[in-house]
C-alpha cells in the first residue's frame, strides 16, 4: 500500500520496502563467482531500487582474505553499502547490503564476483527487496560482533527505512531486535535478513541479532538505514 502525506500543500508518497524472496546457491572450489539464476525482483517500476543483503560462507585456507567484490542485479552493477564479516583460519562469514536502481524486468540473475578463486566449497545468500521512494545513499551503517548476540546502534529519519543482515558458521536460529526478521536460513551456516520501516526519528536506535546455539566464532551483522527520497 502506498502511504501519502502532504508536504508543502502537496502531497507525497513515502518510501515503501518489500521482502521478495530469499535464494541460496552452492558454489565449488575454484569459483571466482556464483550466479543466482532467474530471481524474483518484485513488480517492475520506473523507481524501483533493489535492495540485497548477502551471505558468503565457505571454509578458509589462508588468511580470510575473500570476500564479495562486487555483484550484478539483472546485469546492473550494485553498489555496496555495507558489510562485516568474521574469519579465522577454517572458516569466512561475510554478509553485507548492496542495492542497484533496477526499474524494468520482474526476473534476473544475480552474481556475486569473489575477490579471488575460491580455495574451498560453499554457498551465499541473497535476501531480495524491492524499495520506492527512497535515497540510495544510506542515512546511517553499523556493524557489529559477538557469540551468541551481536548488536549495534543506528539512527534513521521520520518514515525511514532500516535493513539489516546476519549470519554465523554453524546450524540454528536467529532472533531480531530492532527489524522484522523477513527470511532465516538455518542450512549449514545461520544466515538472516530483516527490514523495518519507522514513522518517527530515533537516534542510537538498537539493532541486535542473537544465534539460538553456539556458534563457531563470531555474529557478523550488519544494518543501513535509508531515509526518504527527496
Known sequence: MFMPMVQGGHVKFLPTVEF?????????????????????L?????ARIVVICTGFQTSNTGAGANSIASITIGGVSATKVVSNKYSDSTN??????????????????????????????????IGIYKCLRI????????????????STTIDNTANGILIAVTGAIGAGTNIFVGVTENSDDGLNSVWACGSEVYSASGTSRTVSSTIST??????????????PAA
Open 42 to 46: 518484485g513488480t517492475a517500476d520506473a
Open 92 to 125: 569466512i562469514q561475510e554478509n553485507g547490503i548492496w542495492y542497484a536502481a533496477v526499474p524494468t524486468g520482474t526476473t534476473g540473475d544475480i552474481v556475486p564476483t569473489f575477490a579471488s578463486t575460491t580455495t574451498n566449497p560453499g554457498n551465499t545468500e
Open 135 to 150: 535515497n540510495t545513499t544510506a542515512y546511517d551503517t553499523g556493524t557489529g560482533n559477538g557469540n551468541p548476540a551481536a
Open 20 to 40: 521478495i524472496v530469499h535464494s541460496r546457491d552452492t558454489f565449488a572450489t575454484s569459483s571466482s563467482s556464483n550466479t543466482h539464476s532467474s530471481v524474483s
Open 214 to 227: 553456539s556458534t563457531y566464532g563470531s555474529v557478523a551483522l550488519a544494518v543501513a538505514s535509508f531515509q
